[in-house]
């Protein structure tokens, strides 16, 4: 439901790259039993069950009455402490980057690469390599506060240190091997193409970045997590139905253990043309309800189906270009005034890379509320498209109850546009419960299917009566 960006976008490899090699594009790392007493099983509360009186704004209260207070506070504290994050983490890598280039180390590294070799493709390849190692050990502090020991303290990890230190050596080798071939195509590019490097580094960028997402899911999600066939046709013939009633041809349904990693359910699409699929993490299919499981698979189909992929790829084009046409403007001017103090030679030079991205993290972390809103857009219809889809209003509430364990529910509508990439727990749930109001017919035959399915002796007796229902309220 969540993180089919985090995990499946290679634009956030490539910001991973950018970002002074960090892999964001890893699930998040890391506590072995959730210490909130989140319920697991999510009840239908009184005032959400379908009656001639039903209030979709009561249902809502109802159901977020259901998150205990001290579980609400610590969620609260873990989103909200996010939001620093995001400023802590821009401050930090500017920081770090400032020193690479006013030190003089990123010239001292550029020379060393030049010392090595002639060829130029290969200045570019050992000024990465130095780069990547130098600025990982520099953030390391900040990386193994905010992935490990704080999403420890919040029961979101499940990892220990050693298995979390590996995994972020797999990170550091996947942009090794990513960022290398990127800084080679692109140096090569702005040597050649002096004047306008800047529209083809736009065009090799995006082309890199629908390379990613299309070998994401085979080649690089497996490195960290395995993924397997479902093959219980208790879970796959519902999501099966589910996906070819909405033109999807799906064959199979994939599993992820992301409990390898974290406490947090969820499920994503990912992928591109021939790669795309739907996963499920095990800690969805654990903890989730058939309801919830079918309301969280009709969101990604959702996905699927409004092809936001594409879409999500062709935004991206039109922010990759407009950061490299601010880039062009911005790099000529800083190189204007300091190019000589840092030992920079022009735009051409490696030793621009730590400034690039400084640049960069600035225009990303401007355009934090923009890329959010983007996001967050996608997923409101997804959710529509998944509760007209499933059918699972309540489900579909319960889903959002427990994405509350690291999801604030209820803020304001200005936090809500700056820093959700997701429309927030609350309106999800009103969403739901919106949509059962307007569909109470609907959703009082399905639970007379239910009850008739659970105790089959009264099955007469229970289809007469909800028959006599659905006539009673479909004029
Ligand atoms: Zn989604």
């Not at 972020?168 to 960022?179: E, F, R, S, T």
């Not at 190189?335 to 920079?344: P, S």
Request: charged share 20%.
């Amino acid at each position: 439901m969540r993180s089919h960006r985090k995990f499946c976008w290679g634009f956030l490899v490539l910001s991973g790259l950018i970002s002074g090699g960090v892999l964001s594009a890893q699930a998040p790392a890391s506590g072995m039993q959730l210490r909130t007493a989140m319920p697991s099983v999510i009840l239908v509360p009184a005032e959400a069950q379908p009656s001639p009186n039903f209030n979709a704004e009561a249902a809502t209260n109802a159901y977020l009455a259901e998150i205990p207070a001290e579980a609400r506070a610590r969620s609260d504290a873990y989103f909200e402490g996010g939001y620093w994050m995001i400023l802590w983490d821009f401050v930090y890598a500017a920081i770090v980057l400032l020193l690479l280039l006013n030190l003089g180390w990123s010239a001292a590294m550029r020379d060393l690469a030049e010392r090595v070799t002639r060829f130029k493709p290969v200045h570019s390849l050992v000024y990465w390599a130095q780069y990547l190692l130098l600025t990982s050990v520099l953030v390391f502090p900040l990386t193994v506060y905010e992935d490990y020991f704080r999403e420890h303290k919040y029961g979101l990890a499940t990892q220990t240190f050693g298995p979390w230190m590996v995994d972020q050596l797999k990170g550091l080798a996947v942009n090794l091997v990513l960022g290398a071939i990127l800084a080679i195509v692109l140096f090569g590019i702005v040597r050649r193409l002096q004047r306008t490097w800047w529209i083809w580094g736009a065009v090799v960028s995006l082309c890199f970045l629908i390379l990613v997402v299309l070998i994401a899911p085979v080649y690089l999600v497996p490195i960290f997590n395995k993924v397997t066939r479902l093959d219980d046709p208790k879970v796959t013939q519902p999501i099966l139905r589910l996906a070819h009633a909405n033109g999807i041809p799906a064959q199979d349904v994939f599993e992820i253990d992301a409990s390898r990693q974290t406490t947090r359910m969820s499920a994503n699409v990912s992928g591109f043309g021939k790669t795309m699929r739907i996963t499920l993490n095990d800690n969805l299919l654990r903890r989730g309800s058939p309801e919830e499981i079918q309301a969280v698979m009709g969101h990604e189909m959702g996905h699927y189906v409004l092809h936001h992929i594409y879409k999500d790829i062709l935004f991206f084009g039109v922010v990759i270009v407009i950061t490299f046409a601010l880039l062009q403007w911005s790099l000529t001017w800083c190189l204007q005034r300091w190019g000589e103090k840092w030992r920079i030679r022009g735009i051409g030079d490696t030793a621009v890379l730590p400034l690039v991205v400084l640049l960069g993290s600035v225009f990303a972390f401007v355009a934090t509320p923009i890329l959010n809103t983007q996001t967050r857009i996608s997923e409101g219809e997804a959710d529509m498209y998944g509760l007209n889809a499933s059918r699972q209003p309540d489900g579909f509430a319960q889903a959002a109850i427990h994405l509350a364990e690291y999801r604030k529910m209820n803020p304001g509508p200005v936090e809500e546009f700056i820093f959700f990439d997701h429309p927030s727990g609350r309106n999800r749930i009103y969403a739901a419960m919106r949509w059962k109001a307007e569909n109470l017919a609907l959703v009082e035959w399905q639970a007379g299917q239910r009850a008739a399915a659970i105790s089959p002796g009264k099955d007469k007796d229970k289809d007469k009566g909800a028959m006599a229902d659905r006539k009673a309220d479909l004029p």
